[in-house]
C-alpha cells in the first residue's frame, strides 16, 4: 500500500466511532445543604440551610439563614423559578419585596455559585448533607 492509501486507511480509522457520545445530563440537586453567603464588604459569613425537593409542580425549596443576633429573625425564604440545565441550577427568592437571583454550580457533593441582589453580588457555597 502505497503512503497516500496509509494515511487515507488511518484516517477512515480514526473517524471509527468507538462507542456512544456522552451528552450533558441534568444535575439532580433534591436535597439538604448546608450553605454559605460570603458578604466580604460587611465582614461576615452567612451560614444556613438550603433544601430542594420534588413536587407535583417540579422542584420547590426553601432558605433559612442563622442570622446574628443584631439583625431581625425571619422564617425561610421561598425558593421559586427553580431551574435545572446540565450541571447549573437557577433559582429565586423573595427577600423584603426584592428578588434575588441564584445562580449554582454543582459538582460531587455540592456547589459554588453567585447571589445577585440589589445589594450586588455575593458567593455562596453549598454541601449536601
Not at 461576615?44 to 425549596?61: W, Y
Amino acid at each position: 500500500m502505497n503512503r497516500l492509501g496509509k494515511l487515507l486507511a488511518l484516517g477512515a480509522l480514526g473517524s471509527i466511532s468507538l462507542g456512544t457520545t456522552l451528552e450533558a445530563q441534568d444535575v439532580d440537586p433534591v436535597g439538604v445543604y448546608g450553605i454559605t453567603i460570603n458578604i466580604p464588604e460587611a465582614g461576615f459569613q452567612l451560614p444556613g440551610t438550603m433544601t430542594i425537593e420534588n413536587s407535583d409542580n417540579g422542584l420547590t425549596g426553601s432558605m433559612v439563614l442563622e442570622l446574628p443576633p443584631e439583625m431581625p429573625s425571619q422564617g425561610p425564604a421561598d425558593l421559586f423559578d427553580i431551574t435545572v440545565e446540565g450541571q447549573v441550577v437557577k433559582c429565586k427568592i423573595g427577600v423584603e419585596g426584592a428578588t434575588v437571583d441564584i445562580t449554582m454550580n454543582f459538582e460531587d457533593d455540592g456547589f459554588k455559585g453567585s447571589v445577585m441582589s440589589d445589594m450586588g453580588a455575593f458567593d455562596i457555597t453549598g454541601t449536601k448533607r
